[in-house]
């Protein structure tokens, strides 16, 4: 069994040691559990459909609005109203960005605040673990730190509630803020919050965060997953997103097509980005971009491989990034000066968005410095090859063009 000293993320301000929060009873707090859900009242997002089969994958541009302009409107301004009540553990505005010289255009961003956190012990041999209740969870943080429910509708139109309850007997999806923000308007998109699902991809909740990149309908608000043993910090079902108005490197990065599924979704193998994965696009439908991609992320799963996953373009395009950067670290085979770094390549810095937590690594990046660390988080490629394969049996595209 491998284990790391890491230090984990915080996104909320209720993440404690584990040991030190079982309360059961009324917390005092207006948390998510059983004490205080029952008085609990959120606005309410229900995106509107998307198309189900029969026509590519499109992000609607209709004249007619939504009643609430998703990304601008509702996110970010419930996300600064609760920067303005100071839930957020630092000043965001003070973090400095500047994009790497050199032919990838990695963006480097100094965020000492994120250096501030607490050491944890964590397994990272193993990216399937049971939810443990005793630890840091979702339904542990104030309802203050939530924004809204989102759900997926049924009808061509988006729907907005500013006051609805939350029904337990439902487990609704919340999107809350991040307390400890990379980008403005950093969210978790934590689907069906009360069902204290373990952070495992499946199908119904890859469709949610799609719906939310189309419903942003912005290409510059991307949806990120992390797997367990691939930086994600807490083990309770979540996405991140946020919006940066620039390309990333990993979106710039060419691309080699190796297969197209039945159901139309192009499977292009990355050419010029330092860490090897796929790419998912196009498809007949939403849904069956979803469903091809979510095969592919159950497949790692049950086979014990870590990934990230970045959902680009309003939905349109999905990265699927497999890497073992936690593994090598843990076995003493990563370089030192990428260790000292205390750089964690989730799936923010695979995309080629680089959070520095030093001051000096921030002064001294360079293009080089930021390829060596996703070298390390990636494959091999002899184990890319065999995950390849493994990928496409499991979506049953045994003969992908080029011996892939």
């Known amino acids: 069994m491998l284990k790391i000293k890491r230090v984990p993320t915080v996104v909320s301000n209720y993440q404690k040691d584990e040991a030190s929060d079982g309360s059961v009873g009324g917390c005092g707090r207006n948390c998510l559990r059983a004490c205080c859900v029952d008085v609990a009242r959120l606005p309410l997002y229900v995106c509107k459909k998307l198309e189900t089969s029969g026509e590519?994958?499109?992000?609607?541009?209709?004249?007619?609005?939504?009643?609430?302009?998703?990304?601008?409107?509702?996110?970010?301004?419930?996300?600064?109203?609760?920067?303005?009540?100071?839930?957020?553990?630092?000043d965001l505005t003070a973090c400095v960005t500047k994009v790497i010289p050199g032919k990838y255009g990695f963006i480097a961003q100094l965020n000492e605040g994120r250096h501030l956190k607490r050491p944890t012990e964590f397994r990272v041999d193993k990216v399937l673990q049971s939810f443990d209740g005793s630890k840091f969870n979702f339904t542990k943080v104030s309802q203050e730190e939530l924004l809204f429910q989102f759900e997926a509708g049924e009808d061509a139109e988006a729907r907005f509630f500013p006051c609805m309850p939350l029904v337990a007997e439902n487990s609704p999806s919340v999107v809350a803020i991040n307390v400890s923000p990379i980008e403005y308007g950093h969210v978790l998109l934590i689907p069906c919050v009360l069902d204290c699902l373990p952070q495992r991809m499946d199908h119904k909740s890859m469709l949610l965060a799609l719906h939310m990149a189309s419903e942003a309908a912005n290409p510059y608000f991307r949806v990120g997953y992390n797997s367990l043993g691939a930086f994600a910090t807490i083990n309770h079902l979540h996405f991140q997103a946020y919006y940066l108005a620039m390309p990333f490197p990993l979106e710039k990065a060419s691309s080699k097509e190796v297969i197209t599924t039945d159901n139309g979704v192009k499977i292009s193998e990355l050419l010029s980005h330092p860490m090897?994965?796929?790419?998912?696009?196009?498809?007949?439908?939403?849904?069956?971009?979803?469903?091809?991609?979510?095969?592919?992320?159950?497949?790692?799963?049950?086979n014990n491989v870590p990934f990230n996953v970045l959902i680009s373009n309003c939905g349109r395009q999905i990265f699927l990034m497999p890497q073992c950067y936690a593994e090598k670290q843990a076995l003493g085979e990563v370089s030192t000066e990428v260790f000292e770094s205390q750089v964690n390549p989730a799936v923010w810095e695979i995309s080629g968005h680089m959070v520095l937590k030093r001051k000096e690594d921030y002064e001294e990046a360079t293009e080089e410095k930021a390829c060596r660390l996703l070298a390390d988080a990636s494959l091999s490629e002899e184990r890319f090859k065999e995950v390849n394969a493994l990928i496409f049996e499991a979506i049953g595209c045994s003969k992908p063009r080029g011996g892939a």
Request: glycine share 8%; net charge negative; with cysteine.
């Open 56 to 90: 590519k994958v499109v992000v609607s541009h209709e004249a007619r609005e939504p009643p609430v302009a998703f990304l601008e409107s509702l996110v970010l301004g419930e996300w600064e109203d609760r920067y303005q009540r100071g839930l957020f553990r630092y």
């Open 276 to 302: 090897r994965g796929l790419l998912f696009e196009d498809g007949n439908s939403m849904q069956g971009l979803s469903d091809t991609v979510s095969d592919a992320c159950i497949c790692l799963q049950n």
